[in-house]
């Protein structure tokens, strides 16, 4: 028996990466290939196979430790007969010179090395050089086990594509994203075509690409046909090409901004739980299974209203009996839509303020600007003035630019400020997010707005469009009505409603003159705001807008 050390490979342009998981304990048997422990870097999750079988012997490294290039994470106890002695620059290897596992190659030497086989060995060998391997690219993590559908083929056989080139273009219900390359290389055959439904792990394409560990760590090199590689110890294990994985492009949906490895993306899924809702209390934030656990157990354990959502739907009747009838599918957006309006309705008191704006002067400014937005191109509606009054409202009352923490404990305080508009389409209602709206100019929104809303109806919002809001704000614009009660958006802590501005006398200086009145509910969640604190941001609101100076465009 000899102990072998198993080191972290290059990592390239990484000079740190974390420990985010242990595969394995002391004693415990592994056999070649077996995933040990799980690496993470700013932008990827690695799992550093086996070279060997053997049995662990120490692991030198713990959660949340930093390592680097070279750094020792473990030992394996392996048996002589793994040992394998190979040629080394055309020299015969002693039968009793031990070259560990870790640093020898697996291919089978020849009797009689040419020049070209050492020059080969050579350059696979070398942890810094690259070799090319076939690599099968697919769907990252989604978050969710739906499908999605394939909208977009930005490459073909043949092509060269970059690192973080997009391939191809998914869409959900909500969004449509981007796949990007997760390597350089030749593409060698694309495995879906335009209006294929895929999900997380499905093939996108094959390609010959240029991957070293340097780059990709999870990813072996696979060692070119009939190359006879050679090693000395201490020296990086070009790994069999029989161990090579496969690539999974970034995540980009649901998840890319949480900090999480794949074990856990994956117990999320198989337990049910967004991990959008989970406290990470491991490094950096990260979450782990614990946090994951302990989420599930107060969800299962929760009482009172969180159990509404989860009750029985009224009873199913037969319609039939009473006429003809015709069964229509939903959409997923409408099923996504009503189970996150249940979900708010049932875990938030609501609280509704009514109030009116007289948007007569701010009316009458907008109508005069219109041969400046003629010029500029831009459509200019009330709207991009309705968020710079919300925004200075937030900023007023930074006690409605929050999100409670699930504990109840404390509230997360936001200092900038995002705010949502609801927008309707064929396929259901979405909320896409301006940002910074404080920072912007009035022709700035207006024209942000314009996008968002073509956009929306042509389904191309990108999950990172539609969050990160602060507030919403839900239009009813010119459909009509006096006023309605919005359902607040979680985490938002608020959403205002608009009706329709509606022309009504109003007393002024003794008498009555004619003014546009537009009516304003502002919903809040109890929970984290007190009603006079919802009394003096609807009073607030209404001021702005009735008085353009107090407004800074």
């Given at each position: ?45 690695m ?67 040419t ?51 997009s ?36 093939p996108?394409?094959q ?5 070293n560990?340097?780059?990709?760590p ?21 790994i ?119 948007i ?18 831009i ?13 200075s ?11 409670l ?24 209602l ?50 009509g ?73």
């Open positions: 028996m000899s102990i072998e050390s198993i080191t972290v490979p290059d990592l390239g342009d990484a000079t740190e990466v974390e420990v985010i998981e242990l595969l394995v304990s002391v004693g415990q048997n592994v056999e070649e290939n077996d995933s040990l422990l799980v690496l993470e870097s700013e932008k990827a999750a799992e550093i196979p086996a070279p060997v079988a053997g049995t662990v012997k120490s692991i030198a490294v713990n959660l949340g430790d930093q390592v680097k290039t070279g750094s020792a994470m473990m030992t394996l106890e392996v048996a002589v007969g793994a040992e394998i002695t190979e040629e080394v620059s055309g020299k015969e290897v002693d039968e009793n010179t031990e070259i560990s596992a870790s640093s020898a190659t697996s291919t089978q030497a020849q009797a009689e090395p020049n070209s086989d050492i020059q080969t060995s050579e350059a696979v060998l070398s942890p810094a050089e690259s070799a090319e391997v076939s690599i099968t690219v697919s769907v990252p993590d989604l978050g969710t086990e739906d499908e999605v559908e394939v909208i977009e083929l930005h490459v073909k056989q043949g092509d060269e594509i970059a690192v973080d080139e391939i191809v273009t998914l869409e959900s219900d909500k969004a449509a994203m981007e796949v990007p390359s997760p390597n350089k290389g030749v593409i060698e055959s694309v495995l879906i075509s335009i209006g294929d439904k895929v999900k997380s792990g499905s996108i394409l390609m010959l690409g240029s991957v560990s340097a780059s990709e999870s990813v072996a090199v696979a060692e070119k046909a009939d190359s006879k590689t050679t090693n000395t110890q201490n020296e990086s294990t070009p069999e090409k029989s161990q090579v994985k496969e690539v999974s492009a970034p995540a980009i949906l649901p998840g890319i901004n949480i900090y999480a490895g794949p074990a856990v993306r994956k117990l999320a899924r198989e337990l049910g739980a967004d991990l959008h809702q989970v406290l990470g209390t491991g490094e950096k934030s990260r979450i782990t299974k614990e946090d994951l656990h302990e989420f599930v157990k107060k969800r299962i354990n929760s009482t009172g209203a969180d159990q509404g959502a989860t009750m029985a739907s009224v009873s199913d009747i037969d319609f039939s009996q009473f006429g003809e009838i015709e069964q229509v599918s939903r959409s997923k957006l409408h099923k996504l839509t009503a189970a996150n309006m249940h979900r708010n309705w049932n875990v938030i008191p609501h609280v509704a303020q009514f109030n009116e704006a007289d007569t002067n701010l009316e009458d400014f907008r109508g005069g600007l219109k041969t400046e937005a003629e010029r500029r191109g459509k200019l509606t009330f709207m991009p003035f309705l968020l710079k009054a919300c925004a409202a937030l900023q007023e009352f930074p006690q409605f630019n929050v999100s923490h699930s504990s109840g404990e404390y509230v997360i305080q936001k200092k900038y400020i995002h705010i949502g508009v609801a927008v309707a389409t064929e396929a259901g979405v909320v896409p997010v301006v940002r910074n709206v404080d920072q912007k100019n009035i022709w700035q929104l207006a024209e942000e707005v314009i996008q968002f809303s073509d956009k929306a109806k042509q389904r191309k919002l990108s999950i990172e469009d539609m969050q990160g809001a602060c507030f919403s704000i839900s239009s009813l614009g010119a459909i009505g006096t006023g309605f009660i919005p359902i607040v958006n979680a985490p938002e802590v608020a959403i205002l409603g608009v009706a329709k501005t509606d022309i009504k006398p109003v007393y002024i200086d003794g008498e009555f003159v004619p003014r546009k009145m537009l009516p304003l509910t502002l919903s809040y969640d109890h929970k984290a705001v007190n009603g006079v604190d919802g009394g003096l941001f609807a009073t607030h609101l209404a001021k702005l807008l009735s008085d353009i100076r107090y407004l800074s465009f």
